[in-house]
């Protein structure tokens, strides 16, 4: 604001003829009060006119805040005395860090209280005990260079209690959570009609047809073609006690679970069925 050199008026900056009087380019520098035409620069004293202006309403602003009441500035340290330390009004909110990591907290903060987090029963109050109470005793029992300087340090123990919880449920949440549904959801059935192999049979086999789904609850189920004497090979190796019949071999085994296996051999077509199964 530029004050008229003639009637006083008050003018804004940049103004070319005083609002009040019309007077044309003359005003007073706002510090040292000489006369001059308009110009950011004070021919006599030298300031740069628009930074002092700039000055002198934060030093406005600055003072007003202050007179409403302490600052950070203004404010009596008294942290770390104890019972003597008087708590600045701003500090008693909740706290993030002493909630969240609770005896990890108490022990940077020297909040010994804080230990009985690992106490059975009571460890389950204890968190929103130091959430509540953790920043009044943090202040009490250790000497803070500030009250701002505790307010950072509070705030990075915020920070690092929400990563570390973060961590955890994706950790030992999410991840588990999502491999268990990857394990346990069935899976989309894949079918194939008299196809010439495929893994597990033996070489000999042919003209298959399979229904197979994956995931925890897997189903296989096969019928192919396969010589009798292949077929009895491929029986051994995979451990069945085959009871034989007048038209084939039958084997058959359930698990507790209603899993299981279930082997038919025709001696006439040759055909083998397995279905197999686990839930």
């Not at 805040?65 to 600052?71: D, F, L, Q, V, W």
């Not at 991840?175 to 033996?202: A, N, Q, R």
Request: hydrophobic content about 35%; glycine content about 10%.
């Amino acid at each position: 604001m530029i004050k008229c050199p003639k009637c006083r008026f008050i003018n804004p900056e940049g103004k070319t003829f005083c609002g009040g009087c019309g007077t044309k380019s003359n005003f007073l520098c706002p510090k040292c009060g000489y006369e001059q035409k308009h110009t950011d620069a004070c021919v006599k004293c030298g300031i740069i006119i628009s930074k002092y202006i700039k000055i002198q309403k934060r030093r406005i602003s600055r003072d007003k805040k202050r007179s409403n009441g302490p600052t950070d500035e203004t404010v009596e340290n008294t942290s770390g005395q104890g019972k003597a330390s008087t708590v600045p009004s701003e500090i008693k909110v909740w706290n993030w860090g002493a909630f969240l990591l609770n005896f990890i907290w108490a022990l940077g903060n020297r909040t010994w209280i804080g230990l009985l987090t690992l106490v059975p029963f009571i460890g389950f109050v204890m968190p929103v005990v130091l959430g509540i109470k953790g920043n009044e005793w943090a202040w009490k029992n250790k000497k803070w260079k500030s009250l701002d300087h505790f307010k950072r340090v509070q705030r990075k123990w915020a920070i690092w209690g929400g990563t570390c919880t973060a961590s955890a449920v994706i950790i030992f949440v999410i991840i588990p959570t999502v491999l268990l549904m990857i394990t346990f959801l069935p899976h989309e059935p894949e079918t194939g009609k008299h196809v010439v192999s495929v893994d597990w049979l033996p070489d000999s086999s042919t003209d298959i047809n399979y229904f197979r789904i994956g995931g925890f609850g897997w189903v296989k189920n096969y019928d192919c073609f396969i010589p009798e004497d292949d077929f009895l090979v491929f029986a051994k190796e995979n451990g069945w006690k085959l009871e034989e019949m007048d038209d084939g071999y039958f084997y058959e085994k359930r698990h507790p679970n209603g899993g299981g296996v279930s082997v038919n051999y025709d001696k006439g077509t040759k055909r083998l069925t397995v279905q197999s199964s686990h839930n």
